[in-house]
């Protein structure tokens, strides 16, 4: 009996040596710069760069296989997606093959298909496995939006019960009777609420939908979301909202810089079928913690009007600071308290002038039953690679796609070079 007792122990320590050992091997074979390829991260978090100098990036998704595919706003090699495969395991991406003949930019995989979007047209093409660049030919899954030159990009969220909800920016700033004009009134009611400025849902695996005729308005009011993500902790549809621009630039005697630098929020909704948000007529105001007559509508910086019928945010930003996607980590990686929680990239402001120009940095919002738990806290910053931005480009990178990878690691995409990061949780020693 003691005998095999003692076996037992010496087993049990035979493993967790190898254990140690092979868990040492995996970290110490990636190679993490001591300055975290010049991210700033919490303690215990360490960042690499994955590849580099790959083209107007946009969004990203890993596959779990841990494939990379990052879509491209334009086109590089005549191709506007970028596949990356990391084969000898040392973090670094050592297989770079581009593919897909239209620019795109929301991008995720469901069931051994990826599926990605440009300005008007949302696709999917069967993944072979194995086979790092898709084979077959990708069909379309919803189309029929009308072209526009404004918040134009068609992102989109899988709910994994066969649905894809997709983003129809507005395009305009706030539906005025001539676009960012002084003093041009609002439409009343605003028609590009009609096919734009809201979510559709599709069916994600039926060829062919038509916006109009096969599209169920799922949500208003949205000026636009290019960050959409389906949370499966609570099966609900999250999105971040880019608030509307040019207060103060066009209502001098009701905002002053400083207010038109930080107004209005950009909001974080959780959305349901038939919501409506108030974009064009409602803005939210942080600091009122309520939503307010926008001016075009014969606000003056005060008045509720017929905002208060308006579906609120669950949480607000300050404005301006380009939330361009979300994630809700389901990863086992990271630290208990980030379970569910959500991280946010915010690609940075244009138009906070004269002030200085902010955001350029992945920020994160714990989550409880559904809801923000706590406030923002800014997760990784660095980007920008400046202290002082005037304009945006005075960065040299800014943090655009997000990802969680199959062990639990954060990739993040940036839209200036190209490059890829991979953020770990103690992977230094």
């Given amino acids: 009996m003691k005998i095999?007792?003692?076996?037992?122990?010496?087993?049990?320590?035979?493993?967790?040596?190898?254990?140690?050992?092979?868990?040492?091997?995996?970290?110490?074979?990636?190679?993490?710069?001591?300055?975290?390829?010049?991210?700033?991260?919490?303690?215990?978090?360490?960042?690499?760069?994955?590849?580099?100098?790959?083209?107007?990036?946009?969004?990203?998704?890993?596959?779990?296989?841990?494939?990379?595919?990052?879509?491209?706003?334009?086109?590089?090699?005549?191709?506007?997606?970028?596949?990356?495969?990391?084969?000898?395991?040392?973090?670094?991406?050592d297989v770079i093959r581009y593919f897909g003949n239209t620019l795109t930019t929301g991008i995720d995989i469901s069931d051994g298909f990826l599926y990605y979007s440009n300005f008007e047209e949302v696709f999917r093409v069967p993944l072979t496995p194995d086979e790092l660049v898709p084979t077959g030919q990708p069909v379309v899954i919803a189309t029929g939006f009308e072209k526009q030159n404004q918040h134009q990009d068609k992102t989109f969220a899988l709910d994994g019960a066969g649905n894809i909800y997709v983003n129809v920016g507005a395009p305009s700033n706030a539906c005025q009777q001539v676009d960012r004009t002084p003093g041009s009134t609002g439409f009343d009611p605003c028609p590009q609420l009609e096919r734009h400025a809201g979510i559709w849902k599709f069916k994600d695996d039926v060829p062919g939908q038509d916006q109009v005729k096969n599209g169920h308005h799922y949500a208003s009011g949205i000026r636009n979301s290019i960050a959409i993500a389906w949370n499966a902790s609570n099966n609900k549809l999250y999105v971040v909202q880019h608030g509307r621009d040019q207060l103060f630039q066009f209502y001098p005697d009701m905002y002053s810089e400083q207010q038109g630098a930080e107004l209005p929020a950009e909001e974080f909704f959780m959305v349901e079928d038939g919501d409506f948000f108030g974009w064009p007529y409602c803005y939210y105001d942080q600091f009122k913690k309520q939503k307010v007559l926008a001016p075009e509508y014969g606000g003056d910086s005060k008045a509720i009007g017929r905002c208060d019928k308006a579906k609120g945010p669950i949480m607000a930003f300050p404005g301006h600071l380009a939330p361009n996607d979300l994630l809700f980590y389901t990863g086992k990686m990271f630290p208990e308290r980030y379970k569910n929680g959500a991280f946010i990239a915010f690609h940075g402001s244009w138009n906070r002038s004269p002030l200085d120009q902010k955001g350029y940095f992945v920020a994160f919002v714990p989550f409880e039953n559904g809801l923000p738990s706590g406030e923002m806290e800014i997760f990784a910053d660095g980007f920008a690679g400046v202290k002082v931005i005037k304009s945006p480009n005075d960065a040299v990178y800014r943090p655009m796609g997000l990802a969680q990878g199959p062990d639990g690691s954060i990739y993040v995409s940036d839209s200036e070079e190209g490059r890829i990061w991979r953020i770990i949780y103690n992977a230094k020693k």
């Avoid at 868990?23 to 990636?30: E, I, T």
């Fill in 4 to 93: 095999i007792k003692s076996f037992s122990v010496l087993l049990i320590l035979i493993t967790v040596v190898i254990s140690g050992f092979c868990m040492r091997s995996q970290s110490g074979s990636l190679n993490i710069p001591e300055d975290n390829a010049g991210l700033t991260l919490p303690t215990g978090f360490s960042a690499l760069v994955v590849a580099d100098k790959l083209g107007s990036g946009r969004h990203i998704v890993v596959n779990s296989n841990g494939d990379i595919y990052l879509a491209l706003r334009s086109l590089k090699n005549g191709k506007g997606i970028v596949a990356l495969r990391d084969s000898d395991g040392n973090g670094r991406a």
